[in-house]
């Protein structure tokens, strides 16, 4: 029969805290600052409303991190924090060993609490986060309290403790300073956004997106907001179109407006844009406004023109440039100058080079090569998707002879590899994998290399070749006889 351990003084201690269900505020006065952490924890899991009332008023750390304690939603035991944060609010001079200033709602890493009370060491993650928290741009004695929380709008509702909070926020207008560091807009009606952006500290937002199909009207009522978050650094915009009932005048005033904005946000550094039309021939725009150096542009399945590529390259604001994506935005039709021109500008920063599905062909290829070459920091190169033969593709493997940091390739099938019909010859796929392959590590030592057909038609999956011979993969479509 096996022995269960006694309880630690300090659970027992808890226990006889909790065992009235409720604390006196002189009895907190004199529990150790050490013993709160694990103590609201235990309170918090019980669900003892009023002892969490109490603890709240009498916090003894700048910081309570509720929001990790939280992925359960219990809508009572938050609404007993509120009620002790409002006993709080309303106290004119309070004792000096009360020091709440902060109420984090983010949902941080599970371990917080142990990290934030001293009883394990630390994660990178963990610092982050809280360092977020401590340094607000608007942190400073005019609001007695500040509530850092990260903002998610999905499936048309707010979350019920959300909810909660906006309501009970609203209420206490001028008392709160209520910091948002993420938005993120899956779907919801731009009027509630708007309601609850109206009530959060625009210059404290960091990171936009907005992944929900928007028209380029709505867009517009949104963009006033977003010239407000004078500290943002990443945007994502996710399928935003332009109705055919616009007229094209009013199309250009919307650009403009939207556009504008980004002359007001001198810290913004990532700009990602998938399946958006309306900047079709006017980037120049955009780019004109910027006020930094960009570090990642990504700019997949969009609409673009020449002269928009053109400007792209000729950016001062992109020779920074860590991350350049253009996944989907076909080339063919395109001069290749300006493409050779951008990898020129960014030779000494680019890391991570994406040009997947982009039609290029091989009299394209070869003139952006030179400049390719001299891309002496990156680590990641796509090229899947385009149809380019084994010729062209021998000449781009020589080309990457002098980029010693690339740690992922990733090439098409040659164009032989496919029948008239444009339907895959496996076998001639393995020969020419087995024989590019070779003339790889006959120039150098590659990490991981994967050459890949253009997916299937019925079925979306690719058929890749890799390293190793034996690595040749026979996906479910090609056992299935679509190949």
């Not at 550094?269 to 006017?282: I, N, T």
């Not at 002269?307 to 350049?324: F, G």
Request: charged letters at 20%; proline letters at 6%.
């Amino acid at each position: 029969m096996s022995l269960q351990a006694p309880p630690r003084l300090l659970e027992l201690a808890e226990q006889s805290l909790l065992r009235d269900g409720a604390l006196a505020i002189s009895t907190l006065e004199e529990l150790p600052r050490e013993l709160f952490p694990s103590l609201f924890i235990e309170a918090f899991t019980r669900r003892c409303c009023e002892t969490l009332k109490t603890m709240v008023q009498a916090w003894p750390f700048t910081c309570l991190p509720l929001g990790s304690l939280m992925k359960s939603r219990p809508l009572e035991t938050f609404g007993a924090v509120l009620e002790g944060l409002d006993a709080l609010l309303a106290q004119k001079v309070r004792p000096r060993r009360w020091k709440l200033q902060v109420l984090d709602l983010r949902d941080v890493d599970e371990n917080f609490w142990g990290i934030w009370s001293g009883a394990s060491a630390p994660s990178p993650e963990a610092l982050s986060k809280r360092q977020t928290a401590e340094n607000c741009p608007r942190l400073g004695g005019q609001q007695p309290l500040m509530v850092t929380l990260d903002l998610c709008f999905k499936n048309g509702t707010l979350d019920e403790c959300l909810t909660r909070f906006l309501e009970w926020g609203k209420q206490r207008e001028g008392l709160l300073h209520v910091c948002c560091k993420e938005l993120q807009i899956f779907g919801m009606p731009i009027h509630s956004v708007i309601e609850v952006l109206n009530m959060v500290e625009l210059d404290c937002i960091r990171e936009v997106e907005v992944c929900c199909p928007w028209e380029l009207s709505i867009l517009i009522r949104f963009a006033p907001y977003l010239g407000q978050m004078r500290n943002l650094r990443k945007l994502v915009l996710f399928n935003i179109h332009v109705s055919a009932c616009i007229p094209p005048d009013k199309k250009e005033q919307f650009v403009t407006q939207f556009t504008s904005q980004f002359l007001k946000l001198d810290y913004f550094q990532k700009l990602y844009m998938h399946s958006v039309s309306f900047l079709e021939g006017h980037l120049d725009q955009l780019l004109r406004c910027l006020q930094a150096p960009l570090e990642t542009v990504v700019m997949t399945d969009c609409l673009l023109s020449e002269s928009d590529l053109k400007h792209l390259s000729w950016c001062p604001s992109i020779r920074q440039l860590k991350e350049l994506d253009l996944r989907g935005i076909t080339l063919t039709h395109f001069s290749p100058e300006p493409l050779a021109v951008l990898l020129e500008q960014v030779e000494a920063t680019l890391q991570t080079l994406d040009l997947e599905d982009c039609g290029i062909t091989d009299s394209q290829l070869s003139v952006i090569l030179p400049a390719l070459s001299r891309c002496s920091q990156l680590s990641t190169l796509s090229f899947y998707g385009n149809l380019i033969s084994v010729a062209a593709l021998e000449n781009l493997l020589r080309h990457t002879v002098g980029l010693s940091k690339l740690s992922l390739e990733l090439y098409p099938a040659p164009l032989e590899s496919y029948d008239a019909q444009g339907a895959l010859c496996w076998g001639r796929f393995a020969q020419l994998g087995a024989e590019l392959m070779k003339t790889l590590r006959d120039l150098r030592q590659p990490k991981t290399v994967v050459f890949s057909t253009v997916p299937c038609p019925r079925c979306g999956i690719r058929v890749s070749y890799d390293l190793e011979p034996s690595h040749c993969l026979l996906n479910a479509c090609h056992q299935g006889g679509c190949i």
